[in-house]
């Protein structure tokens, strides 16, 4: 694989359940959702919307990405709660044309042009 290799982990929980507690050093990423109810993971927890998703991310010195269920409108407003990133699977996977999708979430990332 070459140079560093990035560990991350993934949360469930809700704010106030102190998912983080000792685990800052654990890994260099986490990954919090979900956000919206998503169909590409059949054990998904309970989704916690972009509020939510914020709260926990909040609860950590890690940098947090956010996934599950995101559609594009969800963006901005993750950006905005301080997380790092998105995972996006469905999003993608399921539209007429999967370039034109990532390409919205790059846009909606970046913010108003």
């Not at 998503?38 to 991310?57: F, M, Q």
């Not at 407003?77 to 790059?106: F, H, M």
């Amino acid at each position: 694989m070459g140079g560093r290799v990035a560990f991350g982990m993934g949360v469930r929980g809700l704010p106030g359940n102190g998912p983080f507690e000792g685990l800052d050093h654990v890994g260099d990423y986490v990954g919090i959702g979900v956000v919206r109810a998503t169909s590409s993971k059949a054990d998904a927890p309970e989704a916690i919307g972009v509020a939510g998703v914020g709260a926990l991310a909040r609860g950590t010195a890690l940098p947090a990405v956010a996934i599950g269920g995101i559609v594009v409108d969800d963006v901005p407003g993750l950006r905005a709660e301080g997380l790092a990133g998105v995972a996006v699977v469905s999003w993608i996977c399921a539209a007429d044309n999967p370039r034109t999708a990532a390409e919205e979430l790059t846009r909606a990332w970046a913010g108003p042009a």
